[in-house]
Structures are given as structure tokens and as C-alpha cells.
Antibody, heavy 119, light 106 residues
Framework: EVQLVQSGAEVKKPGESLKISCKGSGYSFTNFWIGWVRQMPGKGLEWMGIVYPGDSDSSRYSPSFQGQVTISADESISTAYLQWSSLKASDTAMYYC???????????WGQGTLVTVSS | SYELTQPPSVSVSPGQTASITCSGDKLGDKYACWYQQKPGQSPVLVIYQDTKRPSGIPERFSGSNSGNTATLTIRGTQAMDEADYYCQAWDSSTGVFGGGTKVTVL
């Protein structure tokens, strides 16, 4: 059974850095694309970016998120990451990781990580 | 950047057919997929590569994609199908979601 387990909820202040994680199990971690999706409170899904574990040159970002976040993966521990260097209040949202056999759709989703940024 | 447009809401009576559209420039030349999201839950893939259903998705869900419009059809809609539905496609090395459609089963 494919499982994606995300790290717990975070409460941060504007300007702080953050790295959230997503650990995959039940499948070959290096054979699936892994991506991140944002959902702001009461809003729709936003595609942020994607990476193919083991190929750092494979990362792709939505223009809206390019330069704002960094997506990475550590195949040795089957874990993907989403990180910010300087959070803003507008980063407050639920963040989902998801994996797909192809990069153009996501077969499985994590449970979500709620990030709250407030002074 | 590429955009996908969905109607904000669709209403359907139990047992009837719901059709949800997703419009984008030459969308029929790309693959479209669809996700279902119920309140407080993570999205679930219900259609991929325009017409394919993942294992475990009921046969009442089907998809099509031609021209500028992809369509998700739910036949024999049940109360449990009430949810938000999102289309997604891939364009210029990035993914994009539609704005979502709330399906209400009256």
C-alpha cells in the first residue's frame, strides 16, 4: 500500500525559514515523481512544483512559486521536502505532497501539512 | 501562463448525470486528469489521461477531452459524490489546476 506521511502542523513568524517533509513507503521512491500542492484556506488547489528523486535536474516549478520555495528529495530515506527561506503571512495554507508514475498527474496524496504564518 | 477554467458549481439530483467541464487553449492536445476532494480530506485521483479510471474508482465516473474542453461525467450520481472536483493538465513543463467545481447533490 502506497503511503505518504507528512510532517506535522507548523506555526511560524514572518521572515522565519521552514522545511516540511513527506515520507513515502509501499512503492519504489525513485520511480515516481513527487510534487507539492498548496491549498489556501477556503480556496482551490495550486500546483507548486515537482521533482524526480535521484535526478536533481528534474525539478520543475510553477512560475508562481519559482524562486519562492525549494523542492528536494532524499532517496536514501524516501523523503521529499518543501522549504522556504523567509515565510510570509500569505504562505498560510495546507500543503499536500503527492506522487505520480508520470509527472502530469498525481496517483497518491499525503494527508497535508498545515502551515500558519502569523506575527 | 496556461489557464484552466471550470464552472464554480454544478447541481444534480440523485441518480442523474452530472457533467463538469474544464476549458483551456487546445486542451484536447494535452492529457487532462480529475481529482475529487471532500471537506477536510486530501484530493483523490478519479480520472487520468483523459479517460482512465484508477483502481477503486466507480464506473459511474468517466472522462473525455477534445478541442478546448475536458469533461468529467458522473452517471447515477450518489450523495457520496458531493465534493469539489478539480481538473489538471501539464503545459510548458509545469502542471496547472482548474479553479474547482463544487458538485451539490440535491
Amino acid at each position: 500500500e502506497v503511503q505518504l506521511v507528512q510532517s506535522g502542523a507548523e506555526v511560524k513568524k514572518p521572515g522565519e525559514s521552514l522545511k516540511i517533509s513527506c515520507k513515502g513507503s509501499g512503492y519504489s521512491f525513485t520511480n515516481f515523481w513527487i510534487g507539492w500542492v498548496r491549498q489556501m484556506p477556503g480556496k482551490g488547489l495550486e500546483w507548486m512544483g515537482i521533482v524526480y528523486p535521484g535526478d536533481s535536474d528534474s525539478s520543475r516549478y510553477s512560475p508562481s512559486f519559482q524562486g519562492q520555495v525549494t523542492i528536494s528529495a532524499d532517496e536514501s530515506i524516501s523523503t521529499a521536502y518543501l522549504q522556504w527561506s523567509s515565510l510570509k503571512a500569505s504562505d498560510t495554507a495546507m500543503y499536500y505532497c503527492a506522487v505520480g508514475a508520470r509527472r502530469d498527474y498525481f496517483d497518491y496524496w499525503g494527508q497535508g501539512t498545515l502551515v500558519t504564518v502569523s506575527s | 501562463s496556461y489557464e484552466l477554467t471550470q464552472p464554480p458549481s454544478v447541481s444534480v439530483s440523485p441518480g442523474q448525470t452530472a457533467s463538469i467541464t474544464c476549458s483551456g487553449d487546445k486542451l484536447g492536445d494535452k492529457y487532462a486528469c480529475w481529482y475529487q476532494q471532500k471537506p477536510g480530506q486530501s484530493p483523490v485521483l478519479v480520472i487520468y489521461q483523459d479517460t482512465k479510471r484508477p483502481s477503486g474508482i466507480p464506473e459511474r465516473f468517466s472522462g473525455s477531452n477534445s478541442g478546448n474542453t475536458a469533461t468529467l461525467t458522473i452517471r447515477g450520481t450518489q450523495a457520496m459524490d458531493e465534493a469539489d472536483y478539480y481538473c489538471q493538465a501539464w503545459d510548458s513543463s509545469t502542471g496547472v489546476f482548474g479553479g474547482g467545481t463544487k458538485v451539490t447533490v440535491l
